[in-house]
Each structure stands twice: as structure tokens, then as C-alpha cells.
Nanobody, 121 residues
Framework: QVQLVESGGGLVQAGGSLRLSCAIS????????MAWFRQAPGKEREFVAT????????YYANSVKGRSTISRDNAKNTVYLQMNSLKPEDTAVYYC??????????????WGQGTQVTVSS
């Protein structure tokens, strides 16, 4: 059973930064592509970023490109999302996801419970 646990969310002022973490257990972390999605109230879950198993390939949504960096530490079974220059529209629940494939949609096989990010203006 693959389990993903996110952490690092919180309340931050516009222009600030946060680093989200997602720890995976229950399977070989290095075999999975990892991704971050987010869902704001009343909106559909949307793709934020993804990273392949080696960390050599990353993809970002246009809404966060240039402000966010996804990375992974396979020795620690953890993926990160560093978010800078945060905006109120970044407010959402952020979810970590895992799948053997690199996907840009929500078809990931495994999901975490989410962590709340709130950006105040």
C-alpha cells in the first residue's frame, strides 16, 4: 500500500514563500513520477508540477512557472514544491500524487490527503 503524506502548508502573505514536502512510503519511491496538484474552493483540481523518477525532467503549469520548483530526494523518499512570490490566487489545498508514468492530468494512481496553503493579500 503506497501512502503519501504532505506537509509544509500554512498561512503566508502575498510575496512570501513556502516549501511543501511529500513523503512516500510503502513502495520504491524512485520508481514513481511525482506531482503536485491543487484545488481551490469551488474549482476543479488542477495540475501544478510533476517530476520524473530521476528528477531530470520537470513540467509546470503556466500559472506557477518561474515561481515554483519541484524537486525530489530519492534517498529520503520525499518530493518538494518550493513556491515563491506567492499570490492570493495560489490559495488552495495542495495534493501530492504518484504514478509510474509522468502525467499532466489527474490520472495519478496514488494521492495524499492534501495540505492547505493560504495566501493573504
Amino acid at each position: 500500500q503506497v501512502q503519501l503524506v504532505e506537509s509544509g502548508g500554512g498561512l503566508v502573505q502575498a510575496g512570501g514563500s513556502l516549501r511543501l514536502s511529500c513523503a512516500i512510503s510503502g513502495h520504491t519511491f524512485s520508481r514513481y513520477a511525482m506531482a503536485w496538484f491543487r484545488q481551490a474552493p469551488g474549482k476543479e483540481r488542477e495540475f501544478v508540477a510533476t517530476i520524473n523518477w530521476s528528477g531530470g525532467n520537470t513540467y509546470y503549469a503556466n500559472s506557477v512557472k518561474g515561481r515554483s520548483t519541484i524537486s525530489r530526494d530519492n534517498a529520503k523518499n520525499t518530493v518538494y514544491l518550493q513556491m515563491n512570490s506567492l499570490k492570493p490566487e495560489d490559495t488552495a489545498v495542495y495534493y501530492c500524487a504518484a504514478d509510474p508514468r509522468v502525467l499532466l492530468g489527474p490520472e495519478y494512481a496514488y494521492w495524499g490527503q492534501g495540505t492547505q496553503v493560504t495566501v493573504s493579500s
